[in-house]
Nanobody
Framework: QVELVESGGGLVQAGDSLRLSCVPS????????MGWFRQAPGKEREFVAG????????NYADSVKGRFTISRDNAKNTLSLQMNSLKPEDTAVYYC???????????????WGQGTHVTVSA
């Protein structure tokens, strides 16, 4: 069992940066590939970024490529999402999740955090 706790969300202006963190408890996150997803009001949950167990492989949604960076520190058992050049369309609840494989499909993720809100004003 893995429990995930996100933090770092908030209200920012367009062009600003935020850094989200995700800290797992229970079984260490190094046993899992990790991902960030987001869900805006009235929309389906969508993949944002993913990272392999070692951190050596990452992938991103086209909408965030070049602006967001996913990283993990297995020694500290933490996952991060650095978000730069934020846009109003990035407004959503952001979730971290753990999966046995690196995938963009939310149905393949076994564990989810409670989410952290990110609001970007124009």
């Amino acid at each position: 069992q893995v429990e995930l706790v996100e933090s770092g969300g908030g209200l920012v202006q367009a062009g600003d940066s935020l850094r989200l963190s995700c800290v797992p408890s229970g079984r260490t996150s190094r046993s899992y590939a990790m991902g960030w997803f987001r869900q805006a009001p009235g929309k389906e949950r969508e993949f944002v970024a993913g990272i392999s167990r070692s951190g050596g492989t990452t992938n991103y949604a086209d909408s965030v490529k070049g602006r967001f960076t996913i990283s993990r520190d297995n020694a500290k058992n933490t996952l991060s999402l650095q978000m730069n050049s934020l846009k109003p369309e990035d407004t959503a609840v952001y979730y971290c999740a753990a999966s046995l494989i690196l995938t963009i499909r939310p149905e393949n993720y076994n564990y989810w955090g409670q989410g952290t809100h990110v609001t970007v004003s124009a």
